[in-house]
């Protein structure tokens, strides 16, 4: 049984007739949510390391 991510509040809902969240009450979006979400969120994170990264190589460059 495939359980259902909340995106506000991450918990797993084992309905899969679930409109809204039974923890926090938002609805879910129901289409293909876990997926998109995940990848969305990775894509996010490789986004802030790389601003991460560019603002470190920016620093070093400034102070020498
Ligand atoms: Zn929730």
Redesign the pocket.
Known sequence: MSAII??????P?YDEDALL??????SLARVSSGAVGKMRAAGMKWVLVALGVITLVITIIMFQ
């Open positions: 909340c995106p506000h509040c991450k918990n809902i969240c039974h923890y926090c009450g938002n």
